[in-house]
């Protein structure tokens, strides 16, 4: 069974589970306390050119997104979002649990403009509605496209002239880093965003994200909203000797970089065979659309996930490579497609 399903499925890149084995028997505090999370926490605030960041290791994406929006955010506050954001579609009422609606708005192509986010703020503007404070996006997006640079700017602007935080999901930083033709570096997302996450669970750790508070106002008691969440490791040094390892000799953006390469392998032989795709995207997500028959067969020797249905007789699927997916992992899966689309 071929595996497009997500980019999470393996284990860890063997030298983060090198520097676990070899670290093992070390004893150390606890919580996040250790040398091991210090370390990498200094590297990240290096990467970033932010000495005054705050770093902090969770588990997973969902954790973090919540502990950290639930903390920023005042009780009658809420956060703007795309309607594809992760946090709207695939967190289960996590954020709305502790009371802070999502307003979402119309992404055709994933991605916030300035000009999607204004008319959230024209009408939301008494105290008898939650007050926007907020804006989430994450890069790369959910349908798998990419912000740049200038496009992140522009909304960082917006959300400084309107009193709004800028909160960036990066669980797939590392691949929109590192699309062909990436002008972002870790070091633009301190001086644009407010807070952001480097995701390591999608990207060759076991487990694990960081949480960057780049914002002075947010950085306060924010360990104290971490333990009430559950969100305090008690083996905390697990995430720190992870991040060590992937940050080291650029190994975070290599493996991104190769993920990226090798769904450009397969968008580019989807598109040989006349597959359309859905999405624009440049990263290691892909949506081709088939018909169903055609996707439906698929589902004996490959594992993905059904995006949406397109009409009556067509549907988008979402293929996704890993740092693990091989070229001839791809080209096995697009020999398969020709069977079928030629059928």
């Not at 000009?115 to 105290?127: F, G, K, R, Y």
């Not at 060759?204 to 008691?221: R, S």
Request: proline share 5%; hydrophobic share 40%.
């Amino acid at each position: 069974m071929l595996q497009f399903r997500n980019d999470y499925s393996e284990g860890a890149h063997p030298k983060v589970l090198d520097a676990l084995l070899s670290t093992n028997l070390q004893k150390t505090p606890g919580y996040g306390i250790d040398p091991f999370c210090a370390a990498a926490a200094n590297t990240i605030r290096s990467l970033c050119g932010a000495p005054g960041a705050q770093v902090h290791f969770l588990v997973g994406g969902t954790q973090v997104n919540k502990v950290a929006l639930g903390a920023f955010l005042r009780p009658y506050e809420a956060v703007i979002a795309p309607e594809t954001a992760h946090i709207a579609t695939h967190e289960t009422g996590a954020i709305e649990q502790d009371g802070h609606e999502i307003l979402t708005v119309p992404a055709p192509d994933g991605k916030l403009t300035p000009a999607a986010i204004q008319p959230v703020l024209d009408i939301h503007n008494s105290e008898h509605m939650v007050l926007p404070r907020l804006v989430y996006l994450s890069n790369t997006t959910e349908v798998g496209t990419v912000y740049s640079r200038a496009e992140l700017a522009a909304i960082s602007q917006f959300c400084r002239a309107n009193d709004l935080l800028l909160y960036c999901d990066g669980a797939r930083l590392g691949s929109a880093m590192t699309v062909e033709g990436a002008d972002t570096t870790f070091s633009d997302y301190a001086a644009l965003c407010d807070a952001f996450t480097i995701g390591g669970t999608k990207n060759g750790l076991l487990f694990g994200e960081a949480l960057v508070v780049v914002n002075p106002a947010l950085q306060p008691h924010f360990r104290y909203a971490m333990k009430q969440q559950g969100a305090i490791l008690a083996k905390g040094r697990l995430l720190g000797v992870q991040f060590a390892a992937i940050l080291q000799d650029d190994l975070y953006c290599t493996l991104a970089r190769h993920a990226n390469a090798m769904a450009k392998r397969l968008r580019n032989g989807l598109q040989e065979l006349g597959v359309p795709l859905a999405y624009p995207s440049p990263s290691n997500q892909v949506f081709p659309v088939l018909t169903r028959e055609a996707a439906h067969a698929l589902e004996n020797i490959c594992a993905f996930e059904v995006q949406h249905e397109v009409d009556e007789t067509h549907r988008c699927i979402r293929l996704v490579t890993s740092w693990t997916t091989t070229a001839e992992e791809v080209d096995a899966l697009l020999s398969h497609i020709k069977e079928e689309v030629q059928r």
